[in-house]
């Protein structure tokens, strides 16, 4: 058996070969909406029709970046997470198979870092803040070359105080808005707007309606920054004391 060994590692890389073209040839022969992708050699983003190939009924979206990165703001729940994570996940797929699920998707050839999964390690004693700090930092050191990046970042330093948080968010992100390199942050600050328009980020949202004490969303992305938010409309539909609501839209005003 020992005498195998190469043998059997071959025979496996061929399943997966094989395996891979099958899945490949199944989304291409399915009804879904696909395109190729088209690489250009600028720091530019246009994307038509985009949606999350994994969510059932999924809204499409457009975005359109030249020379910027994204700043994307708006209510909990609303979607903005998963748009920065459906564009990555269509950026992957574009520079693997050569399939994107939108109708049009044209991007530079990105190296692709992100900081949407972060946690506490209590294995090594490194708080959620610090474990964020050791990423942003490699992505920091990553910035510094030529090759056109991609960084996909979620809620920066959410792990610390508000006024520090904007400082070091404001400063990080221009930072890594240099050269070819594309940002793509969601945030609930909505300081960070006025802080970084001016540092060639477009400002994006997302936004709710509410209808019969029901909070209505229809995940379609708009230009500029939200009029509103709906955390406090949250506690007052999940029946929180009136006098907390009362107290809370008091301090806002």
Same mark, same amino acid.
């Given at each position: 058996?020992?005498?195998?060994? !190469?043998?059997?590692?071959?025979?496996f890389?061929?399943?997966?070969e094989?395996?891979?073209?099958?899945?490949?040839?199944?989304?291409?022969n399915?009804?879904?909406?696909?395109? %190729?992708?088209?690489?250009?050699d600028?720091?530019? /983003?246009?994307?038509?029709?985009?949606?999350?190939?994994?969510?059932? *009924?999924?809204? #499409?979206? %457009?975005?359109?970046? =030249?020379?910027?990165?994204?700043?994307?703001?708006?209510?909990?729940?609303?979607?903005?997470t998963?748009f920065? #994570?459906?564009?990555? /996940?269509?950026?992957?797929?574009?520079?693997? /198979?050569?399939?994107?699920?939108?109708s049009?998707f044209?991007? &530079?050839?990105f190296?692709i870092?992100?900081?949407?999964?972060?946690? *506490?390690?209590?294995?090594?004693?490194?708080?959620?803040?610090?474990?964020?700090? =050791?990423?942003?930092?490699?992505?920091? !050191?990553?910035?510094k070359k030529? +090759?056109?990046?991609?960084? $996909? @970042?979620?809620?920066?330093?959410?792990?610390?105080?508000?006024?520090? #948080?904007?400082a070091?968010?404001?400063?990080?992100?221009?930072?890594? %808005?240099?050269?070819?390199? @594309? $940002?793509?942050?969601s945030?609930? *600050?909505?300081?960070?707007?006025?802080?970084?328009?001016?540092?060639?980020? !477009?400002?994006y949202?997302?936004?709710?309606?509410?209808?019969?004490?029901?909070?209505?969303? *229809?995940?379609?992305?708009?230009?500029g920054? &939200?009029?509103?938010?709906?955390?406090?409309?949250?506690? +007052?539909l999940? +029946?929180?004391?009136?006098?907390?609501? +009362?107290?809370?839209?008091i301090?806002? !005003?």
């Amino acid at each position: 058996m020992e005498n195998k060994k !190469e043998d059997i590692k071959s025979l496996f890389l061929f399943i997966g070969e094989i395996d891979s073209a099958i899945s490949c040839a199944s989304i291409l022969n399915s009804e879904k909406n696909l395109c %190729n992708p088209t690489f250009v050699d600028k720091k530019e /983003v246009f994307s038509e029709g985009l949606y999350h190939p994994l969510i059932k *009924d999924c809204t #499409r979206n %457009n975005l359109n970046l =030249v020379n910027k990165s994204l700043l994307l703001t708006g209510s909990n729940m609303s979607g903005k997470t998963t748009f920065i #994570r459906t564009f990555s /996940v269509n950026a992957i797929l574009g520079q693997t /198979v050569n399939i994107c699920f939108a109708s049009k998707f044209e991007i &530079p050839f990105f190296k692709i870092y992100s900081t949407i999964r972060i946690s *506490d390690d209590l294995i090594n004693n490194t708080s959620y803040y610090l474990e964020e700090v =050791v990423r942003i930092k490699e992505l920091i !050191e990553v910035s510094k070359k030529d +090759d056109f990046c991609l960084f $996909v @970042i979620d809620e920066l330093f959410k792990g610390t105080n508000t006024a520090e #948080r904007l400082a070091a968010g404001k400063s990080i992100l221009s930072y890594l %808005n240099k050269k070819n390199h @594309i $940002v793509m942050v969601s945030t609930h *600050d909505l300081e960070l707007t006025d802080l970084l328009k001016k540092k060639n980020f !477009e400002l994006y949202h997302f936004s709710e309606t509410i209808e019969n004490e029901k909070l209505l969303f *229809d995940y379609k992305i708009k230009p500029g920054k &939200p009029k509103s938010g709906n955390a406090i409309k949250i506690l +007052d539909l999940y +029946d929180y004391p009136k006098e907390i609501i +009362d107290n809370a839209r008091i301090g806002i !005003e």
